[in-house]
């Protein structure tokens, strides 16, 4: 007689998810093989064919980019759902429905609707799910359930083998691409590229960030083979001006459809004012052959925001996050730090995940920062702070780095150079502490900071 597979326990509590999500093979481990998202989604239904989505991919801001998208949506009476990872405090913040993440009871029921399929997979396939592709399902479900009229999901990692291309775009979003997760995605931009290209799909309509020629060519020519429109940043739109405001910038915009004028950004960077161009482009695309209205356009980029990106969590000193975790992103913080503040001494307290291009990540910061702190996370993954101080040193010299392993205390050294600019000979209160380096040490950061406000 053929045994049944035991039928999973529900959830009660959001503990209980946590804990059953997290037992499953880490997302940071990636098999190439969407037959265990495939299984998953045909016996939930194929939620993901109930509703258009708007893909994303690329190297650096994708989160930032999905939430413009999803507010310009909703500005457009549209209900959405949102997909996008990692978390940056708590797991509930990868599934947002009409803009705001799924509360505790929410999370336990997009997880109650989909445990009774798992063991099904689980005893099916060569490997179980994994904790990435069982969130996916639980968001693609509850997406369905909500109904939402469209979902702007994320990639985990790549595309072509990311769980989320189960679903087919009907506006693919393809954001700048540089290395990063090289022992899955390939050594170089255009390696890396190739597996991106995939979230392109036959008929869909491929809404292209600025990028270098060489992988610029691996697009268009996956688009080519697919059957794919094409549009791309510099030629049918982008970026006209953009002049450093308080809390934030303003920028003049060129859609697909209209120029968008005297639009308030409250977010630091040339990264971001490119980001919003994308989002732009690909909310015009998915809409229709209309302009969008100037004033919504406005109303929405105004209310944007994206938590652990260039975040100002504190005054005196100030304490900015940001989520930097790779040459690239590092680069493109660096330059907004330049453009938009005046921080001086400006003190770096810096913890990486040891598979990292830390080396990359610490020469892009060292211009900019007066001294840092190396400091860890709570993960498995986080490099050691003495690890780290090794390789600073090289870069940094012996008399700008410290080490303090405890986070708290870290960003409390950090604060105290900073208000009395000892590294600098500044004046008192014109500096400040950037927290970054990875996604996980901002949240913690975030979760230690938020705690000791009165």
Same mark, same amino acid.
Request: charged fraction near 20%; include cysteine.
């Given at each position: ?6 039928? @999973? ?22 098999? @190439? ?8 989604? *045909? ?20 989160? $930032? ?18 997909? /996008?990872?990692? !978390?940056?405090?708590?797991? /509930? ?6 803009? *705001? ?25 060569? !490997? ?11 968001? +693609? ?5 909500? @109904? ?16 989320? #291309? ?17 022992? =899955? ?36 020519? !996956? ?20 002049? @450093?405001? &308080? ?12 120029? =968008? ?6 977010? =630091? ?5 490119? #980001? ?17 209205? *100037? ?22 000193? /100030? ?5 930097? !975790? #790779?040459?690239?992103?590092? *680069? ?10 005046? +921080? ?13 291009? =830390? ?15 190396? $400091?860890? #996370? ?24 410290? &080490? ?28 400040? &502490? ?21």
């Amino acid at each position: 007689m053929t045994e049944t597979p035991e039928v @999973p326990r529900l959830a009660e509590t959001f503990a209980e998810v946590e804990d059953a999500l997290l037992s499953r093979w880490p997302e940071t481990k990636l098999e @190439p093989s969407l037959d265990r998202i495939r299984a998953f989604a *045909e016996l939930l239904g194929d939620p993901q064919a109930s509703y258009p989505v708007i893909h994303l991919t690329g190297t650096n801001g994708k989160t $930032t980019t999905s939430r413009m998208i999803d507010t310009l949506l909703r500005a457009l009476d549209l209900r959405t759902g949102r997909f /996008t990872s990692p !978390h940056v405090e708590r797991m /509930t913040e990868r599934i947002s429905i009409d803009g *705001e993440q799924l509360d505790d009871e929410g999370f336990v029921r997009a997880f109650n609707d989909v445990a009774p399929f798992t063991h099904l997979v689980d005893s099916s396939e060569a !490997h179980p799910l994994s904790f990435f592709e069982t969130i996916v399902g639980m968001a +693609f479900a509850a997406f369905a359930d909500a @109904p939402v009229d469209v979902a702007v999901v994320e990639v985990g990692m790549g595309g072509s083998w990311d769980a989320t #291309n189960v679903a087919d775009a009907t506006v693919a979003v393809v954001l700048p691409i540089a290395v990063d997760h090289s022992q =899955y995605l390939g050594e170089t931009p255009v390696d890396i590229a190739a597996e991106k290209a995939g979230i392109i799909k036959a008929g869909s309509l491929a809404v292209l960030a600025q990028q270098t020629p060489e992988v610029a060519q691996v697009l268009l020519t !996956h688009a080519a083979e697919v059957g794919a429109t094409v549009v791309r940043e510099g030629m049918e739109f982008g970026v006209i001006s953009r002049v @450093p405001a &308080v809390g934030g910038q303003v920028v003049s915009l060129q859609g697909l459809r209209a120029r =968008y004028d005297e639009v308030f950004l409250p977010l =630091y960077g040339a990264h971001q004012a490119q #980001n919003a161009a994308v989002a732009l482009a690909a909310v015009e695309a998915f809409a229709g052959d209309q302009p969008l209205d *100037e004033e919504l356009v406005r109303a929405a980029f105004a209310e944007v925001s994206s938590p652990g990106r260039l975040e100002i969590v504190r005054r005196s000193p /100030t304490i900015v996050l940001d989520s930097a !975790h #790779n040459p690239h992103g590092a *680069e493109a913080v660096a330059a907004a730090l330049d453009d938009s503040f005046a +921080f001086s001494p400006l003190i770096g307290v810096v913890g990486v995940m040891a598979d990292k291009d =830390y080396e990359g990540l610490l020469s892009a910061f060292e211009p900019h920062f007066a001294h840092i702190v190396c $400091t860890q #996370n709570s993960t498995h993954r986080s490099m050691p702070a003495a690890q780290l101080a090794q390789a600073a040193l090289d870069v940094f010299g012996e008399d700008r780095v410290t &080490v303090e392993p405890d986070l708290a205390s870290a960003i409390d050294q950090a604060a105290a150079m900073a208000e009395s600019g000892e590294d600098a000979g500044q004046s008192l209160g014109s500096g400040a &502490v950037l927290v970054t380096g990875s996604v996980v040490t901002v949240g913690e950061a975030r979760a230690l900071i938020r705690r000791r406000r009165p």
